[in-house]
């Protein structure tokens, strides 16, 4: 019987793996494997619900049967997909993740992960406490603007010796794309880091969503059934030893 529970997530957990191995942009075993016990876990799920709706009582339908799942229930099944999603995330940015430290002039392009970044130029921009170098790159996909980024080097009056770089970032639910603005080469030319991570987000998403599946199942009202038993249980006590 173990066996037979056992074949569908086996195969899920195959497919997953053979699916990781043949789209990504190389072969990582940290990666397939990661995502194999991803969707080990999220059958799982799938399993844990059927089996409470096989065995639910009485021979009322699907909506009654889910009825009577406990709230707690939901809360820890909403907290294995949390899990599945920081699997994923974490995998996929440790597998996948590329950066690249390029000199570019105004014009010239860096391709990563299917996405023009082009250097526009930097201008000079002062700020609240500081002064600083600010980049300007746009970011096409197949020809069509998707966004623009304003990375900055800062020189702060209260640190002479030592710029500091701030990243600019294009987020997405696939990935985030981050542009650092480096030294100044001469002649136009500066140097970047383009530094793209793939499903990043999903790593505070399934944190998220593993937190409300904890607050779900602390809203069990069967919890609080079960404390005001307890109080009215040694309410009842304490009047039988007083009525004695």
């Given at each position: 019987?173990?066996?037979?529970?056992?074949?569908?997530?086996?195969?899920?957990a195959?497919?997953?793996?053979?699916a990781?191995?043949?789209t990504?942009?190389?072969?990582s075993?940290?990666?397939?494997?990661?995502?194999?016990?991803?969707?080990?876990?999220?059958?799982?799920?799938?399993?844990?619900?059927?089996?409470?709706?096989?065995?639910?009582?009485?021979?009322?339908?699907t909506?009654?049967?889910?009825?009577?799942?406990?709230?707690?229930?939901?809360?820890?099944?909403?907290?294995?997909?949390?899990?599945?999603?920081?699997?994923?995330?974490?995998?996929?940015?440790?597998?996948?993740?590329k950066?690249?430290?390029?000199?570019?002039?105004?014009?010239q392009?860096?391709?990563?992960?299917?996405?023009?970044?082009?250097?526009?130029?930097?201008?000079?921009?002062?700020?609240?406490?500081?002064?600083?170098?600010?980049?300007?790159?746009?970011?096409?996909?197949?020809?069509?603007?998707?966004?623009?980024?304003?990375?900055?080097?800062r020189?702060?009056?209260?640190?002479?010796?030592m710029?500091?770089?701030e990243?600019?970032?294009?987020?997405?639910?696939?990935?985030?794309?981050?542009?650092?603005?480096?030294?100044?080469?001469?002649?136009?030319?500066?140097?970047?880091?383009v530094?793209?991570k793939?499903?990043?987000?999903?790593?505070?998403?399934?944190?998220?969503?593993?937190?409300?599946?904890g607050l779900?199942?602390?809203l069990?009202?069967?919890?609080?059934?079960?404390?005001?038993?307890q109080?009215e249980?040694?309410?009842?006590?304490?009047?039988a030893?007083?009525?004695?």
């Amino acid at each position: 019987s173990l066996l037979r529970r056992m074949l569908a997530p086996g195969v899920a957990a195959a497919v997953a793996f053979a699916a990781c191995a043949v789209t990504g942009s190389h072969f990582s075993l940290l990666a397939c494997s990661g995502m194999a016990f991803a969707a080990w876990l999220a059958w799982g799920v799938v399993d844990g619900y059927r089996d409470r709706l096989r065995h639910a009582s009485g021979m009322a339908s699907t909506a009654s049967k889910w009825r009577q799942i406990p709230l707690a229930f939901h809360g820890m099944q909403l907290a294995h997909l949390g899990v599945v999603a920081f699997i994923i995330g974490v995998t996929a940015v440790k597998a996948f993740e590329k950066e690249h430290d390029v000199a570019l002039t105004v014009g010239q392009t860096k391709s990563v992960a299917g996405v023009e970044v082009k250097f526009l130029g930097v201008t000079d921009v002062i700020g609240p406490n500081y002064n600083a170098k600010q980049g300007r790159f746009e970011l096409s996909r197949d020809g069509r603007v998707v966004g623009i980024l304003s990375p900055e080097r800062r020189f702060y009056a209260s640190q002479r010796s030592m710029p500091m770089t701030e990243a600019a970032i294009d987020r997405s639910p696939l990935r985030d794309l981050y542009v650092s603005l480096g030294d100044d080469l001469g002649g136009g030319s500066w140097t970047v880091r383009v530094h793209y991570k793939p499903l990043v987000n999903w790593i505070w998403i399934g944190c998220v969503i593993m937190a409300l599946g904890g607050l779900l199942g602390a809203l069990d009202p069967r919890y609080r059934r079960a404390q005001r038993a307890q109080r009215e249980a040694a309410a009842r006590s304490t009047a039988a030893v007083g009525a004695e």
